[in-house]
């Protein structure tokens, strides 16, 4: 009682104008320094100390409900304020960093346009034309295309990951693609080293051929028919990945199409990792209120294929296998359910990013009949008199043409089209990229659409496909027919990061090659295309790359859209120094206000005008998605050499 009265009488002297900003101030000053993401921090400062201001304050107002709304409303204003003052002020550590102020202001803009339009690769390319080589694309994080992003950040004396992929981490655990310790990384690659080495890859080397004769019996079954080709290289590309992970035959190939629609699945639980991954402290709050059901239902399958395989036992040397430790070559075999996680990571980071190279590669040489032509005669010649061109893996990967059309398609679409976020950790001193200086605690993306597209990397004509720039010739023929010499040409090797770089590179970079190699020379060799409906193939890449995001940097970044901000931000902070309740509201209403206009430009809040492009755009948030919405669908014919 004694202490009840003791508050009161202190509650009773607080000045509101006083303790609520202080309040304010005080969390901000947390959140700048340490960074807090987890529920119970969040709910601690974000809700339990204003309600117990609220408690403190109650005699200030007529009633509770009043006191309850002005405090938790002048307590987030002010908070608010101060987030967004800083990070545009000349005080913050990436002041002196280029970028649109919406960027600067919240990580929420960068995850809006990823759920809005899903192809947030081409905004950051527009943001790289528009700004430069680096730009600042997040209140902490940079975007660099300079020549020295390989050795500096994904090199060994590099970068850890950053906190993008904390959505990998899931109630079982985080899979290898998350670990953002890089010891913890370390030790955890070694049963993926063993899983791809040569003795490994021999056993896969005749799964990738047993895989190819499934897909080329059902293009001959099919034969005189229009296909979807994007379709059927997701069939390849499961149906592979299951044989090489879990010994097991998803069947698509044979069935000719995908029954348990396991592609799917991943694509929409893609789409909900895609635009969180960007705003990871609202982690905790998305698994709090709901999570993703595509997700629920992959850890279904995943679990019920990890258990088959498990029940089996060891039949053949897949990768689970090597995931497992079966064989016993570790002093500590590691748990079954991190090989699980792993495992079936393999499947979802194997299959899409495969079935979506070649499909782009299809694609690129249906358009250009002369490079079709000349990787025509390149197989033919390494595979004279009918020998199989599935089977000789060593002379695929030895062929130049074949290789610069692979490299080539990547170099344009790589599959893992956002960025590779790295962190500088606290503590390091800060890390320099070339000539830039990056603070601790910033993160630096590297976004292999925008770096590969870039002329300074790889010219000329770096938006085309031109497989060409990756052989060694003294004179290379444009495709306009001109021709143009060694020193005209610029193909920065250096920077080529399709598969990533470094300790963290793709773990089935070689599988994935082998694969690829093996399909386009089996393909080639026994089927002619006949492009039925030509109008599909001249829209594709827009559509599929989606050209509504291009536009957003210029309506949301010009003086103009500066004005729009700034306005209703300093009508805020006058709305703010008045005390009763309506102005409260008004100032938040200031805030919500000030965001909504600085985000509208032309792109923004049309639905209305284009509503059926704006719904495809929706479910076209992934990549892979984007290709099966837009089917490619030519003629295969048998093919016979002269
Ligand atoms: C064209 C095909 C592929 C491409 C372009 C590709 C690309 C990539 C990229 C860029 C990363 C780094 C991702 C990041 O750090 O955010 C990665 C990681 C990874 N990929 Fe691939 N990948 C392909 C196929 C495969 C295949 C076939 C497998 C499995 C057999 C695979 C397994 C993995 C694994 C396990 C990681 C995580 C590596 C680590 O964290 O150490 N990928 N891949």
Same mark, same amino acid.
């Given at each position: 009682m004694e202490a009840i009265d003791s508050f009161s009488k202190i509650a009773e002297k607080l000045d509101a104008r006083v303790v609520l900003p202080l309040a304010s101030v005080v969390t901000w000053l947390i959140y700048k320094k340490y960074e807090p993401t987890g529920l119970k921090?969040?709910? +601690?400062?974000?809700?339990?100390? !204003?309600?117990?201001?609220?408690?403190?304050? *109650?005699? &200030?107002?007529?009633?509770l409900l009043h006191t309850v709304a002005v405090v938790y409303i002048r307590y987030w204003t002010l908070l608010t304020l101060l987030i967004v003052a800083y990070r545009i002020s000349p005080f913050h550590p990436l002041a002196a960093y280029p970028g649109p102020l919406l960027c600067k202001v919240s990580k929420l803009w960068h995850a809006y346009i990823v759920w809005r339009y899903g192809k947030s690769f081409r905004y950051v390319q527009e943001l790289h034309e528009q700004y430069g080589e680096i730009v600042r694309i997040g209140p902490n994080e940079l975007s660099?295309?300079?020549?020295?992003?390989?050795?500096?950040? +994904?090199?060994?004396?590099?970068? !850890?990951?950053?906190?993008?992929?904390?959505? *990998?981490? &899931?109630?079982?655990?985080?899979s290898l693609d998350g670990l953002r310790d890089m010891t913890v990384h370390t030790s955890r690659r070694r049963p993926w080293a063993r899983g791809m080495n040569s003795t490994a890859m021999k056993y896969y080397?005749?799964?990738?051929?047993?895989?190819?004769?499934?897909?080329?019996?059902?293009?001959?079954?099919?034969?005189?028919?229009?296909?979807?080709?994007?379709?059927?290289?997701t069939?390849?590309?499961?149906?592979?990945?299951?044989?090489?992970?879990?010994?097991y035959d998803y069947r698509m190939l044979k069935e000719g199409r995908d029954e348990s629609g396991l592609a799917h699945m991943i694509e929409r639980a893609l789409i909900d990792a895609a635009w969180l991954s960007h705003i990871p402290w609202a982690i905790p709050f998305a698994k709090t209120f709901g999570g993703s059901s595509a997700w629920d239902e992959i850890k279904v399958v995943g679990e019920t294929t990890v258990k088959r395989r498990i029940d089996a036992g060891f039949q053949h040397p897949d990768l689970f296998h090597h995931l497992l430790d079966e064989g016993g070559s570790e002093p500590e075999r590691p748990s079954l359910v991190t090989a699980a996680i792993d495992g079936q990571l393999a499947i979802i980071a194997g299959s899409d990013t495969a079935a979506t190279t070649l499909a782009h590669l299809w694609y690129f040489l249906l358009t250009n009949p002369l490079c079709f032509k000349l990787l025509r005669k390149e197989v033919d010649e390494t595979f004279p008199h009918g020998e199989d061109a599935a089977s000789d893996l060593a002379k695929q990967s030895a062929m130049p043409?074949?290789?610069?059309?692979?490299?080539?398609?990547?170099?344009?679409?790589?599959?893992v089209l956002t960025g590779l976020q790295r962190r500088v950790i606290a503590g390091s001193g800060g890390k320099m990229i070339g000539p830039y200086?990056?603070?601790?605690?910033?993160?630096?993306?590297?976004?292999?659409?925008?770096?590969?597209?870039?002329?300074?990397?790889?010219?000329?004509?770096?938006?085309?496909f031109w497989p060409e720039r990756w052989l060694v010739q003294e004179q290379y023929t444009l495709p306009s027919g001109d021709t143009i010499t060694q020193e005209q040409v610029h193909t920065n090797r250096d920077v080529f990061m399709p598969f990533s770089q470094g300790p963290m590179?793709?773990?089935?970079?070689?599988?994935?090659?082998?694969?690829?190699?093996?399909?386009?020379?089996?393909?080639?060799?026994?089927?002619?295309?006949?492009i039925a409906d030509k109008a599909p193939f001249e829209t594709w890449e827009d559509d599929i790359a989606l050209d509504e995001v291009v536009g957003i940097v210029h309506s949301g970044s010009k003086a103009k859209g500066v004005g729009r901000f700034i306005l209703p931000v300093a009508n805020t902070l006058y709305l703010y120094t008045r005390l009763p309740l309506k102005t409260d509201v008004a100032a938040l209403y200031g805030i919500v206000f000030c965001i909504a206009a600085a985000a509208s430009g032309k792109n923004v809040g049309q639905g209305g005008k284009d509503n059926e492009k704006r719904q495809r755009a929706v479910s076209d948030q992934n990549h892979a998605a984007a290709i099966a919405a837009h089917p490619l669908l030519p003629i295969f014919r048998q093919y016979t050499r002269d």
């Open positions: 921090s969040s709910t +601690l400062l974000l809700l339990v100390v !204003p309600g117990l201001l609220s408690g403190a304050l *109650r005699t &200030h107002f007529p009633t660099v295309c300079h020549k020295d992003i390989a050795t500096a950040v +994904l090199g060994p004396k590099g970068l !850890p990951r950053g906190p993008y992929y904390d959505t *990998r981490e &899931h109630e079982e655990g985080v080397e005749g799964l990738i051929k047993s895989t190819v004769d499934d897909l080329l019996a059902g293009l001959h079954k099919r034969g005189g028919q229009k296909l979807d080709i994007s379709a059927w290289m069939f390849f590309g499961f149906d592979f990945m299951g044989h090489m992970a879990f010994s043409y074949l290789n610069a059309c692979i490299n080539e398609t990547l170099r344009l679409y790589p599959p200086f990056v603070p601790e605690e910033t993160q630096v993306s590297l976004w292999a659409y925008s770096i590969q597209r870039d002329p300074q990397h790889y010219s000329p004509l770096p938006n085309t590179v793709c773990a089935g970079k070689n599988v994935a090659l082998a694969e690829m190699r093996a399909v386009v020379c089996a393909v080639m060799q026994q089927f002619d295309f006949e």
